[in-house]
């Protein structure tokens, strides 16, 4: 997915707060690839980071988790971890992309600068011919002013 179709897809109320919750811990943790286990006490322990969650948090998103994926901005998988192996496996694995990353700081633009970024990236070809003939017609100027005879 490329930079104008992560900031144009129509996502709902939930997947964008899922997205803005994962993108945060992403962040925070200074990985996109995140995996957690279930900790005793019906918590959540990211792997590789010292954040624990309640189970519910991420229950309540999972839905959401898989919508973002299957519009590509994640890729997210659930592995089954046998009840007895609890805190041994990991539970779930969530991978943000790129596009994740851009619509996150899309999201936090106001809108003259929304605006802005979904203009020059659905014009952004447009706009190098413009400037290349531009710069060629500047160049032909002075290239006269160059030839023309003092008077």
């Known amino acids: 997915m490329d930079k104008l179709e992560a900031i144009t897809t129509q996502l709902g109320r939930q997947e964008s707060e899922t997205l803005e919750f994962f993108v945060n811990i992403a962040r925070s943790c200074g990985s996109q690839h995140l995996a957690w286990i279930l900790a005793p006490g019906g918590k959540v322990r990211l792997v590789d980071c010292d954040k624990t969650f309640n189970y519910n948090e991420f229950e309540d998103r999972r839905g959401s988790m898989e919508a973002l994926a299957t519009l590509g901005f994640a890729s997210y998988r659930r592995v089954a971890a046998p009840l007895n192996l609890v805190g041994t496996d990991y539970l779930e694995h969530l991978t943000l992309l790129s596009a994740a990353f851009d619509r996150s700081a899309y ?33 032909a100027i002075e290239i006269i002013k160059f030839l023309k005879p003092a008077p």
């Open 107 to 139: 999201n936090q633009k106001n809108k003259l600068q929304r605006w802005r970024a979904r203009t020059y990236l659905q014009y952004k070809e447009f706009m190098v011919v413009v400037a290349f003939f531009l710069s060629l017609a500047l160049a």
